[in-house]
DNA sequence: AGCACGCCGACT
DNA sequence: GTCGGCGTGCTC
């Protein structure tokens, strides 16, 4: 037998399996998905078993050394996921595996230099042999690390490097190999690790006469009997518990001594839910018809274990949740567990408040909180099955549920649930994948579908249900489009509308709250003629073309397309045709000139890179410590504000020309996102939305809660300019440090893309785009390019990029710069 | 990736 | 002549 082993290495060329021998002692144990060590080339590696054969494909081979841990870290279906992943994402295999695991199990390694003699001899040995070679000032520092060596008698390679330089280490390495004096080991180590606690009991027969016992104990030594107490009344109880109720650990050691109690030493499974525990039990609502109608198709398929993907489309407060949580409950009941995905925890904790009411404990939260040690704790729970439901953000995908029986992904448009680093995968589509393999439903659920999911569901691919009746009718909010091209001609410069200022100035008046809502970072600037609107875009792309102020030039970043700012408007001969870009900052320091008592917060990427900054912000708002919120569009996820009563949108504008096909469809997420957060149950709120563009598609449907008609506008363009549904993109961004060299790799990687195309059958019209410059064109000092590839088939790219890139000699004629290989680009920012 | 091997310049 | 620079090539 032979074992199939992927090593733990992360490169290109390493990504195969490789064959090993597995020794007699090894033969009952191994098994498919256990982490092993091995022998490889010079060293030892660790590595992860993915198949068991009676063959091996080389001649020669080399033993398995050893078994890390007996439970393997991967089943046969997490294998095929990862298979499927490594294929779909383009990624190795190792990075796919490695999200599959239980977190923190993945091995490193640590050096360790050691002598093999510690006595004064060998180092006199070694000292002379140091002194014959090697120039003074190295002398020296080797000189060092070997005393220190040899007090130590072992000392890890990182620190002594740490300490003393490369050289002088590597130096004496040298020596004690060559000369047999001492050796290299490595050692490997995971991170986390299962916590351990003592338990204290009484041995079953002394039971019986306990109470003589403590008696008996009573006055020579009455901390030993009042454990004994305890321990009669409650067995068995953990060490701190027994200290904690005013038990000496020299109490406890004495009766061990004797042999009157027994400590063993189990396992104390972390509970990251300690603090916040219990949660008021929240029964289940009486569901609308419209709610019922939905779940009984939802309860269909988990009864029959069809892997049917629900698109669940239901205006905010269409009571999605309810049906969520319903239809949980229907997994639960046969037997089963849940999956629910929400697009960040910490920006939806009345979402797992909701769950946990209900399923309590029986519900796993995976939160980008929890210590290594609880995520690790939490997986193992979940394999187990000690666990229902499972709520976390995109890696709660992977949950090692026994049973799945339901995967929901709420707010399924979210792009969170693209992973931006290997492996790039999207939750959707790994939920998907898992329903298939397991055989139950998913549940895809959005105020605002993807228009790619609502486009498979309009092929019949998905099970398309609406709701789209707000529980108790409530009435949407009145939305308010505010025409700025009319401000400028009415002579108003503020970023401030006058209407706005005007309700703003009412709402605080009214002492209830504000949310002021700019979206991203104005780092990306447009040109738009103040008076008609214009924007100029690009021919070839159809996305707007951003401001350079470096000699007046705008650029299309998707294709490199260049031109200059136009003098006067093309469409209405203006002037006043300019660059336009917009900070969170600026905004409130026009805040604060026209509304100087108002207390303001900001919430933008400056003012929450600090951990758990955003609830901080969002807690403090909801108590009334502020009557501004500012913010970009973390905001509009967040928690429910009953005293919000306006909500102005400074700019749709920044949204809807940002350089991306995908532009138009954020902006309609972000305003009618925007919308459902004005206003609660008594007063509907208001919302102003301020644009140059009030005619825009995006704004208009939005306004009037129309996705539908949204959509079908949307979906047109995108047939039209070959974007998705209608392609899968492949974005590879080049970047380094010498920006000619980006440069020209990026010409030839086009070159070479081209040749391939040729070759592929169904092409697009206009399969490349590029190489342009990237939006961040110059990134932590690296200049950066990028090339977009459509395709109408994914499977292209994975060949594709192996010849082009790997194949062709570029990668290796350019390894000083980084080729970063993205496939379904959520933004080709 | 990480380690060995190997082939050249600048020191004892 | 030796030391040590890093280009090249391989790992079951
Ligand atoms: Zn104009
Ligand atoms: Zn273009």
């Not at 195309?757 to 785009?769: F, M, S, W």
């Amino acid at each position: 037998m032979y074992a199939e082993v992927v090593v733990n290495l992360l490169n290109r060329k390493l990504d195969r399996v490789f064959h090993y021998s597995i020794p007699s002692a090894l033969e009952k144990r191994l098994r498919e998905g256990m982490q092993v060590l091995v022998p490889f080339g010079p060293q030892t590696v660790d590595g992860y078993v993915v198949g068991l054969t009676e063959t091996a494909e080389v001649e020669k081979t080399r033993d398995v050394l050893e078994i890390v841990e007996e439970e393997p870290v991967f089943s046969r279906e997490m294998l095929a996921l990862a298979r499927w992943m490594s294929k779909t994402y383009l990624c190795t295999m190792v990075d796919a595996l490695h999200v599959v695991m239980p977190p923190g199990l993945k091995l490193r390694s640590k050096k360790f230099l050691s002598l093999n003699n510690p006595d004064a001899d060998l180092k006199n040995k070694i000292f002379a042999k140091i002194m014959t070679g090697a120039d003074t000032e190295l002398k020296d520092k080797v000189a060092a690390v070997l005393e220190l060596l040899s007090v130590r008698g072992k000392a890890e390679i990182k620190s002594l490097e740490q300490q003393y330089g490369k050289k002088p280490v590597e130096y004496l390495a040298r020596i004690l190999k060559e000369n047999g004096w001492g050796e290299v080991n490595t050692r490997f180590a995971a991170k986390a690790r299962k916590k351990k606690v003592k338990q204290v009991m009484l041995p079953e027969n002394e039971r019986d006469d306990i109470e003589e016992l403590i008696h008996n104990l009573a006055l020579k030594a009455p901390k030993q009997a009042e454990v004994l107490k305890i321990l009669a009344s409650d067995s068995p109880v953990t060490l701190p518990e027994l200290k904690e109720m005013g038990c000496s650990p020299t109490a406890v050691h004495a009766l061990q001594e004797k042999g009157l109690i027994k400590i063993e030493e189990i396992e104390d499974i972390r509970d990251p839910f300690q603090e916040c525990r219990p949660v008021e039990y929240e029964p289940p609502k009486q569901l609308t018809s419209e709610q019922a109608e939905v779940l009984a198709d939802i309860s269909c398929s988990i009864e029959r274990g069809t892997s049917d993907v629900f698109l669940l489309h239901g205006a905010t407060g269409s009571g999605k949740t309810e049906v969520y949580l319903q239809a949980i409950d229907k997994a639960l009941i046969m037997g089963k567990q849940a999956i629910f995905l929400v697009p960040e925890i910490a920006l939806t904790p009345q979402m797992v408040q909701r769950v946990r009411g209900r399923f309590g404990e029986k519900v796993a939260v995976l939160h980008s909180a929890l210590s290594l040690g609880e995520r690790f704790d939490q997986w193992r729970q979940i394999k187990e099955g000690a666990v229902q439901v499972v709520v976390g953000a995109r890696s709660a995908v992977f949950a090692p549920v026994p049973k799945l029986g339901l995967i929901i992904v709420d707010e399924e448009h979210e792009s969170t649930y693209k992973q931006e680093e290997n492996p790039k995968y999207h939750a959707r589509e790994v939920a998907i994948y898992r329903s298939r393999m397991a055989g139950c439903p998913v549940i895809l659920g959005s105020a605002t579908p993807s228009v790619e999911s609502y486009y498979l569901a309009r092929e019949g691919k998905y099970k398309l249900k609406t709701m789209p009746n707000r529980i108790g009718n409530r009435p949407m909010p009145e939305v308010h489009i505010v025409d700025l091209r009319r401000e400028m001609e009415q002579g108003n410069r503020s970023i401030f509308s006058s209407r706005l200022q005007e309700e703003i100035a009412a709402v605080l008046q009214k002492k209830e709250q504000i949310i002021l809502f700019l979206n991203r970072r104005g780092y990306s600037t447009f040109v738009v003629c103040r008076d008609c609107g214009f924007v100029v875009k690009c021919r070839y792309c159809n996305i707007s073309l951003t401001y350079h102020a470096h000699g007046e030039k705008m650029i299309c970043h998707y294709c490199g397309y260049k031109a200059k700012v136009p003098q006067v408007c093309p469409v209405c001969r203006s002037k006043h045709i300019r660059y336009f870009g917009l900070g969170t900052q600026r905004v409130e320091d026009e805040i604060k000139k026209l509304f100087p008592q108002a207390r303001v917060l900001r919430m933008d990427v400056d003012t929450t890179s600090r951990k758990g900054a955003h609830e901080k912000i969002l807690t403090d708002f909801a108590a009334g410590k502020a009557d501004i919120l500012i913010g970009t569009q973390m905001i509009a996820k967040g928690l429910d504000f009953p005293k919000v009563t306006l909500v102005g949108v400074i700019s749709a504008d920044t949204s809807l020309n940002l350089p991306d096909f995908r532009a138009a469809e954020r902006t309609f997420q972000l305003l009618t996102q925007v919308a459902g957060r004005a206003g609660r149950a008594g007063a509907p709120g208001k919302v102003i939305v301020q644009t140059y563009a009030p005619a825009h598609y995006s704004v208009r449907t939005a306004q009037k809660h129309d996705f539908p008609g949204f959509y079908g506008i949307e979906i047109e363009t995108r047939r039209e300019m070959e974007y998705p549904p209608f392609s899968r993109l492949l974005r590879i961004v080049i970047s380094g440090f010498d920006e000619n060299k980006v440069i020209r790799a990026a010409h030839i990687l086009a070159e070479n893309v081209q040749a391939q195309l040729r070759g592929v059958e169904e092409r697009l019209e206009q399969p490349l785009l590029g190489p342009a410059p990237a939006p961040l064109t110059k990134l932590r000092n690296k200049y950066r390019w990028q090339l977009c590839i459509k395709a109408k088939n994914r499977k292209v790219f994975g060949p594709l990029v192996d010849s082009a890139l790997y194949k062709s000699g570029l990668r290796e004629q350019f390894n000083d710069l980084k080729f970063n290989v993205e496939i379904d680009p959520q933004s080709l920012l």
